[in-house]
């Protein structure tokens, strides 16, 4: 989607020229040197699907076991360890989209969400991570590909609430079963090359999108592209700079649904060199 603006001088010029028209004895010479009529410019930033990655069939995604330890008065170190299945941390995802996104040299790994800020990429199975005591946290984790693209199906990720206690214990909570948005990429910074072609990546969780239902909404430097696929994306045509993503769950009617996880702001920066 693209945003045309309209400059209002243009407006005036045409009012002139019907004033012209009506009086030929008019002296419009000064007006017609004077009128700045700007060109209608668009926003060069597209947001498009691309093609599906390779599958990973089998692939599976456990958590073995997420332990609290007390540290200080005020935080906890929380321990996760992961099982995986079917799939190769570490390799490098050969695809063609390795060639054109930006591509881990480290190969796969887990995409670890906590509270949907931005995510550690995993390249062993296994995390620590400091939270404050008394706090309540979601972590998503899930497969990526060694281009950052995450596999989208039910056994290739897992999601959990969790609570953390004065002691730094942790006790896990029911999952609520409301809709949730988690952000995935774009993320950092990215140079040169990489700025060309860049990942746009969720993951959704008890819901679907589509074009009569629930749909991501997704604003890139203040422009609105509408996504009802849930699939990788990627955007182009932005400039070097500070390039700002917003992605929030919206329902048919275009409201942000209700929820814990239903918007994410990210700042990135694209580099020349």
Request: one cysteine or more; hydrophobic letters at 35%.
């Amino acid at each position: 989607m693209r945003k045309l603006f309209f400059n209002s001088s243009l407006g005036v010029a045409l009012f002139a020229g019907l004033l012209v028209a009506c009086n030929p004895s008019g002296n419009n010479s000064e007006s017609s040197d004077d009128a700045n009529v700007e060109d209608v410019q668009a926003s060069d930033i597209q947001v498009n699907p691309i093609d599906h990655s390779k599958e990973f069939p089998g692939a599976e995604l456990l958590i073995e076991s997420i332990t609290g330890e007390k540290i200080n008065d005020s935080e906890a170190k929380i321990t996760v360890k992961y099982t995986v299945n079917n799939f190769e941390l570490t390799s490098m995802t050969e695809h063609d989209h390795a060639n054109h996104l930006a591509n881990s040299h480290d190969g796969q790994h887990i995409h670890f969400i906590l509270d949907n800020k931005p995510y550690d990429a995993l390249y062993a199975p296994e995390h620590e991570v400091t939270v404050p005591l008394n706090s309540d946290h979601y972590l998503l984790s899930f497969l990526s590909r060694s281009y950052h693209e995450s596999i989208k199906t039910p056994d290739a990720h897992k999601l959990i609430k969790f609570h953390v206690d004065e002691n730094g214990q942790i006790q896990e909570q029911e999952l609520p079963d409301e809709p949730g948005l988690f952000y995935s990429r774009p993320k950092g910074e990215y140079v040169g090359a990489d700025t060309e072609n860049i990942l746009l990546d969720f993951f959704l969780v008890n819901t679907t999108i589509g074009a009569d239902g629930n749909k991501v909404l997704a604003e890139v430097n203040g422009e609105e592209f509408t996504l009802d696929s849930w699939q990788p994306y990627e955007i182009t045509g932005a400039p070097f700079g500070d390039l700002k993503v917003k992605l929030t769950l919206v329902d048919a009617e275009g409201n942000q649904v209700v929820g814990d996880n239903t918007s994410i702001e990210r700042d990135v920066k694209l580099l020349e060199d």
